[in-house]
Structure formats: C-alpha cells, structure tokens
C-alpha cells in the first residue's frame, strides 16, 4: 500500500475509511458518523471498493410494523394481562365477561402461558400467574419497542397478527486487508484542496494549503459534441483543397433544363443516359427557356450537321426535348452553364447533388453528389489534364500512386480513367478528358476546356470508413457522436 | 457500360504472335478494353464508342494493330454480288441493308463471339433493336432474289425461330416470347416489314424475329445478314462491323446487290487532321512522321504531307464525327501510360461560393448553440411535406417517374425532414438538438427552369421542456451574431400551437423571412413523436441581404 494512494483519496473516501475502523457499518451508520450526507458516502464507497480498499456485505433485517391490533395492545395492554388483573378480584365468569375484552383470546393465551387454570367453569390463577400480572412479557417489550431478535415472539407476533414483518437486505461496508493496513498510513487529515473556490483565490487562503492530486483514471461520462456532419466535414475539406489550388466555386439548378444537362454536352437526344430510367422527369412544371437563342441555336445545329465545329453531327434535334425539365442528372450541367454564361479563363468546381431513378442500396442511391470541375484556358492540353488529375489523387484522395488510361464521355475527346492504388489494389477515382468542340464552340469558347469528376461519393465512403453508400444521409444522433472528425 | 466476355485463348489465337497474360493485362486497359474478370472467360468493359471491339475478332485487330504487327488499313476484299435484295416501301422501318459471307469456319468461340457481337449492337447502338436490328441466315436454305417489304400482321404464315408452329405475324407477337418482348417496335402500325425469299418464305420478321428455316447451326457456312433500321448511315456501320469481324475468321465477303446499290461498302472515309493541331491538344513533341506511323498502329491508313495528315478510317470505325476523335487514337496509340502528367501556369485565384461560404458560418454559429448537423435527401413525398404537418399543400416539383413515393417531390422546406429525424431517435437520450442548412425548390415562372434552389436553414429542439422561449433564444442568437435587423410577429401556421408561433419579417418585406413556434401536438402525434417540440425555419440566404 503506497502512500501515494493515501495521499490521492478523496477526502470522503479517508473519512469513510476512518469511520470503518471501528468495525462494519451501513452507509445510514456512517453517514451519521462522518456528517456526509449518504449519497456521498456511497459514492466514495464505490470509488474505495473499486481500489480495493473496501468490500460490500449484505446484511438481512427484520423489521416490524404494529398491525391495528397490535397498536391497540400495545396502547391498552395484551387482553391476558387485562383478564389476570381483573381474576385478581373477581373471577366469576359474568364479571369477567364484562371487563375484558376478547375473553376467548385472553382466556386462551393465559392459558398456554400457564397463569390460570379452568377446572369446570371456574378460574384460578397459578403461582406463575401471580408475579407475571407485575413483569412484562417479550410480546408486550416488542410491541412497546416496536422491534425484537427473537425469532420466537416474532413468530408468535406474526400468528397474532399484531405486526407485519418486512425483510430488508442493508449494504455493510468492511475493510479489507488492504484498506485496513493503509489506515495508518492516513494520519491526520491536513486541509486540502479539493474544488478550487472563488472564495480561496480571493482570500488568498489557497497558498496556506495542498491541493488534494486527482486520480485522472477515475471514470468520468464523454461530453457530447454538436458537430457538422460528417459528409459536409469531407465536402467542405474537398472545397478548400480546391479552392487552394486555385479554383472558383459553381453552382447549378437541381431541377435544369435537358438543354443544359445534356444537349449543350453533344449527347445526342435518344442516349441511353437520357432516358427515363436514367433521368427524373418533372410532372408538373410548364417547360423552361433558354436566354441565348443564338446559343440555342448554334447547339441544335451542331447535334443537326456539326455547324463549323468540323463534325458530322448526329443527324437530328427535337426542340421539344431541349426544354424539357428533369432533375439534374450530372454536375457536368453546372460547368455547361459556366462556360455558357462566358467563362474564357480560369478554373471552376462544384460540388454538389445529382438525382436518377436509382433504387436506394448500399451502392446505389437516387440522390448523389458529384464533384468535377473545368481548367479553361488556352493551350491547355492532355498533358496538362493529367498533370490536375495526379494533384488531385495526392491533394484530396490522398493516393500517391495513380495511373491513366483511355476512357470514354460523350462531351470528352480525348477521355481519361484515373485509376488509384487504394490498400493494393487499383481503384476507378476520376474520369475527365477535354471538352469535344461541338461542346465548347457553340457555348462561344475558342480554348481547350479540360474537364474532369472524382467518383465522390465512393472517396467520401472510403474517408469516413463506411461501406453503405446511405451511411453518407444517415441522422442517427448516436452514430453522429461516434463519427470521427474528417481531416 | 457493356460487359464483353471472350475466351482468353481464343482472342490470343488471333493476334498474330505470343502474347504473355501478363502483356495483355497491361496492353488491353491502354486500348479502351477494361478488364473486369480475368479466370477461364475474360469479362471486358468497353466503351460505346467503340463498337468495333464489342467481339473478340474486333479486340484481337486492334490489339495486334497496336503492337505493331498488323497495321495501317486492312485491305479488305468484297467479291461481287450474287444476291439481289429488292427493297420496296416500309414505313416502321425504312431502310435495310445487307452482305454476304461465305466459307466460315463455324466453331464454339466464334459462334459465341459473333452472336454477343450481334446483340451487343442490336442493345446499344440500336437501342434494344428500336435502331437496329440485325438477322444471320443460312443462306443455302432459300432461293434469292430477297424482298424487303411491309404487309399486313395476318398476310403470310412462318415458322419463327426456336419453334415449331406455323403463324402469322400477329400470333408471333402475341405468342412468342420475342414477339411480346418487342412487340412495341411495331404496334400501332398497319403494316409490318418481313424479308422472303423469291418463293414467299420468311427469313425475317424485322426487328422482332427471323424465321427457323434459315436458322444458323454449326454446318452452316454461308450467310447472309439483313440489318433494318430509321438511320441509314448508322445500319451500315453496323453491316460493315459485323462482317469485317467475320472475315477475321476466314470467311470470304460477298457484296449484295441492293435495290442497284452495292452492300456493303467498305471504302474508307477520309478526314483530314491538322498535326498541328493534334500535337497542341495532346501537348506531345511528335514529328509528323511518328504520327504518321501512331495513325497506322491504330489501324488507319495515313498519308502526312506538311502539318496534314489524310486520314483514311475504316468502314468499321462508326466513333469518328470529328479529327479530335482521331487525335484521341494517336494519344492511345503513344500509350498513357507513357504521357507524362504536368501541371500548367494558369494563375488563378480560388474562390468559394457565397451561399457555401455563409453556410458555413452558420453552421459554425448553430454549432456552438448546440444544434448537430443533419443532412436529408432533397426528394420527399407531398405527404410528409404537408399533409403530416397539418397543413395545405403548396405548390411543389413533382417527379413523373419516382422510385418510390416516398421520394416522389422536391422539399419546400426542411423541416419536415427534422421533425421525420427527431421521430427516428425516438430510442436515443433526449434532449435532442439539431439543424439542417440546405437548398429547398421553389417553383417560379421566372427562372429559365420554371423552380429556384433557395437555401434555407432549420432547427428542432425536442425534450419535455422545449419551448417557444427556447427557440426565440436561439432566432436572438442568429440575429444579434449576424446582425440582422429583423422583427418578430405573431402568426399563425398550423404546424405550430396557435397562440405560440411567430413569425419573422425584414423592414418593408410582406412575406416573412422565417417562422416559428411550439410545433402543434397533431404534428406530434402525426410523426408519433413522445416529447415536445419547439422549431424554427428561415430563408437563409436573406440573412445576409439586408
């Protein structure tokens, strides 16, 4: 036993200790003793048992209530004390029978206590019955009382049914061997501190005294923080990488126009991509318009015959279709748009949400983010593509080891697969390429545009460290405690 | 994308020389072929640019092209017709297109290998036949010439493929399953195409099902291909895939005499590229004469005369719209692996979004009241946006082809979404505090898109004492930190307990800018909800308007 331990009691735990020098005791007994109030007792008792110092022992009690009758004896006497007193004078039947109550009962029990004996209707008292009219018997201490150790009178109480018997279980505290051989080690209680007080720091008083040291492995609950989600924490750490590296923020519209989603793509109008199972619909809203109809124009003549863009075409155009509204299906829209309203130089991300009729499963979802962006800019090339990529595995993915290879989107030419090293194996983790001209000369651009998207919500997915692609929705406040900060 | 299986041995046997698994593991990624399984069968992803590589004759071209075995145009011989195809009017389908091959060696692989081929063209470029549809005959099992031609569903009786009975057009589309898989290619028209030989037997019911009489089977080895479609230009590229593909397995191809057109035609197109131009997107120190010869490896003919180069492109390659999509072929042809990344000098200055930005300082202030962040899907149903609140339906997007319609509209406004949360943490400690900052669609004449994404922010705080004080604490908050001069009102909404909401309102603005209150225990009870509830719902970007 250290001294090192004696010093780090909790001073309720040394006067617990203390106080159970003398012996065993319920915490009722020790809080008396110590004047700490019993919540406090037992606390320091945990604490003192989890050290060792301490151990519990139940202890059983019996404890009595009066009944109505027993409270009524107790107050007027036991009816066989009431019938000797009365036999003192008289003991003719009729007298008795008007003087004590409950005969039978009275007459029963001075009879098995052997103070009267009944020879044919007549009464006489016995020698034991002469000295018991001035003693007490048990029956009547343990009514006056109001408890007994006798397991006989209690027995007999129960049968009279003068009282109710409850069993309590009481929690004793006793040393053990090592509690016992610390208290020596405990001397006398040197005023400590323990709860630094606004009244000891204006006083001054704390420098008279020691502060108490703290056992900093006693268990204390984890504070619960309010936090940002876990999937913003991730985009809004994506955001800054790009940003820092020189990008400027976009947004787009979730409910857009088929024009910009995929038209002003050179995705020709019967794509897989664009059908209805590809694409949300919207019911109830009246067609939207395009400001730029010279814009219009030029993208329905390039899907027409490839206006001057040196293209073939794809033969054809609906100008009905152009205008349907649906639910945006790719951020691609957001860069479109960018360059529509006339960006020439610099470059632009977004991050955001993209819908299609997917079904909800631990891979799939109808409402997803996306995250891509453009480099506008002249001379800009697949070198130079390649060269964003690589930054962009090392900067947000955090993948040192990416490769490339050919790949195919029907707004890019050339198109590029950045594929990452992810715990040994190769990972699909961007698909970009350079803008076709029959994407960026009807949108009035006459530089290369590079475009690119990271498979966003499988990084988030790896980042956070889950494997159910809903887990990046989920609102479950005990999950959300246990997330880890993204950084 | 589609997924092309192909017999590992088989596709080396045709490549010309050795070839490791190791060599074909590196070489088929750099030629747009992704491995997705590698065992007995290799499953390839390819791209649907390239529909030329949708078999393994097609993979086994381009790969023995870009090592450097077999390159430049392949000549191809097309020997002169013996087949007359007569073409009349067909309305469904206007155009049809034929060929002939001869003297193939019919084997396991290949037949394999060529009817994926087929149906790889008929799903993707022809949109599940809708653009193409492709039939294969035993050619020595009818007596040309062909007709192509439209006639009533009920006009002529045949026995269709894979079955035994004898009938008409229409009992195929009722009864068959082919016939009911596809029967809405042809439904609502009078007349329905077929192709029959000079003495009336069907060989084709065009795009639905071809007849059992010239059904191809191991002992065939002449056959003819009929190809029907809208998009002329689209079936012959198809015709000219298919049997260039044919011909890597020996068969000799015969042209068929077309309405006085010879088919198919297998002449090159020419484009000219600028090198130029070429080195400039690519960013590639490479003479002319490299191009020439990266042209070659991909299997081009090319011919480079000063910075142009005549591009010949063979009839298979239906990808080629415009030279960039042949800049693209000399970057494969170079290897990306080889190309070496560089970032550029483009100065720049990064720039977040508004809205984003000053989200984020509301989080952080919500944040520091207490509030956890929640984050909930834009789509919702009409139901918990209005109905479950207790109040009148507003006008909102609705989605005409929802998964479910629990996800059938676009949110309004975010707190039913919190309210629906707080229900699922029923079991969790309370008290509960949480928030949500995201966008809402509102529909509006106004916008090119007939709706507008406006951000607003919400927040909730549920336990047995939560308040209408509470939440005007936490609105106190926001003003004061923000500094918005904004007054509160009574109001009256029917989420909320009348006589404890209120609502918010800029000088000189008649709507509000937010409300809030006591959430009503209809609402409650509607989200079965065992505590009370007091929220707040604001238009956040207005905050930092004023």
Known sequence: ?487 | MPIITVDSDDLKSLIGRKISDEEMKKVLPLNKLSIEDWSEEIKIEVTPDRPDLFSTEGMARQISSWLGINTGLVKTDVSKPLIEVVPSKVSLRPFITCGVVRGVRMNDSMIKSIMQLQEMLDFTLGRDRKKVAIGLHDVCKVIPPFYYKEILPEEIEFVPLNSSKRMNLMQVIKTHPKGIQYSHLVRGAKKWPVIVDSKNRVLSFPPIINGELTKVTEETTDLFIDITGPNERLINHCLNILVTALEKRGGKIEAVSLGGKLRPDLSPRLMEVNTDEARKLLGLEISNKEIQTLLERMGYGAAVKKNSASVLIPAFRADILHPVDIIEDIGIAYGFYDIIPEVPRLPTTGEANRTEELSNRVRELMIGLGFQEVINYTLTSKERQFAKMNVKPESSVEIENPVSQEYSACRRWLLPSLIENIRSNKHRKFPQKIFEIADCIIPNSKSDTSALNVRKLSGVTAHSHASLSEIISILNAIKENFGVKWEMKSYKHESFIPGRCGAIFLPGMQEPLGIFGEINPKVLVNFELNNPAAAFELDAEKIFEH
């Open chain 1, 1 to 487: 036993m250290s001294a090192d331990m004696a010093r780090k009691l909790h001073p309720q735990e040394r006067l617990v200790l203390l106080s159970l020098e003398a012996g065993e005791a319920t915490d009722e007994t020790i809080a008396r003793e110590t004047g700490l109030p019993k919540a406090a007792v037992n606390k320091a008792g945990l604490w003192l048992k989890l050290k060792g110092l301490i151990e519990y022992k139940d202890k059983k009690e019996f404890k009595i209530s009066l009944t109505t009758e027993g409270r009524n004896y107790a107050k007027n006497g036991l009816p066989e004390k009431i019938l000797l007193k009365v036999c003192e004078k008289d003991q003719s039947l009729e007298e008795l029978r008007k003087k004590v109550p409950e005969l039978t009962i009275a007459l029963a029990w001075a009879k098995r206590n052997g103070w009267i004996e009944i020879d044919k209707g007549k009464i006489t008292v016995t020698k034991e019955g002469g000295p018991a009219l001035s003693q007490k018997t048990h029956i009547e201490k343990a009514l006056e009382t109001g408890e007994t150790s006798d397991e006989a009178v209690l027995a007999q109480l129960k049968a009279r049914k003068l009282v109710t018997v409850t069993e309590t279980k009481e929690k004793i505290f006793a040393l053990t061997k090592e509690g016992r051989e610390l208290i020596p080690q405990l001397g006398a209680a040197k005023e400590e501190i323990g709860q630094l007080s606004p009244q000891d720091l204006k006083t001054g008083k704390w420098r008279e005294k020691e502060f108490r040291p703290y056992d900093i492995h006693t268990p204390v609950p984890t504070a619960v923080p309010a936090k940002m989600h876990p999937y913003t924490q991730f985009i809004n750490y994506t955001r800054q990488k790009l940003i820092a590296l020189g990008f400027k923020e976009v947004k787009g519209p979730y409910v857009e126009l088929e024009f910009w989603n995929s038209d002003a793509l050179f995705m020709p109008q019967d794509h897989p991509a664009r059908g209805i199972h590809d694409v949300f619909r919207i019911k109830n809203l009246k067609k939207g318009f395009v400001k730029d109809k010279l814009l219009m124009k030029r993208v329905s003549e390039t899907h027409k015959n490839g206006w001057i863009t040196g293209s073939a075409g794809w033969g054809s155009w609906n100008q009905e279709q152009t205008l349907s509204l649906i639910m945006r299906s790719q951020t691609t829209a957001a860069s479109a748009r960018t360059l529509g309203s006339g960006a020439r130089y610099g470059k632009f991300f977004t991050i955001d949400r993209n819908f299609r009729p997917d079904v909800i499963d631990a891979t799939h979802s109808f409402e997803f983010h996306q995250c891509e962006g453009i480099v506008v800019g002249e001379g800009m090339n697949l070198r130079h593509l390649l060269g964003y990529l690589k930054i962009f595995g090392k900067e947000i993915a955090g993948i040192k080891e990416v490769r490339f290879r050919p790949g195919y989107f029907p707004f890019t030419e050339p198109s590029v697969e950045m594929d990452g090293l992810v715990n040994g194996k190769w990972v699909e983790l961007a698909g970009s390429g350079i803008f076709r001209p029959e994407v960026t000369l009807p949108l009035g651009v006459n530089v290369p545009v590079l475009a690119w998207g990271i498979g966003f919500g499988r990084l988030a997915m790896i980042k956070l460290g889950i494997t159910d692609m809903r887990d990046l929705f989920n609102h479950d406040l005990e999950w959300l405690k246990n997330k880890r900060i993204v950084y």
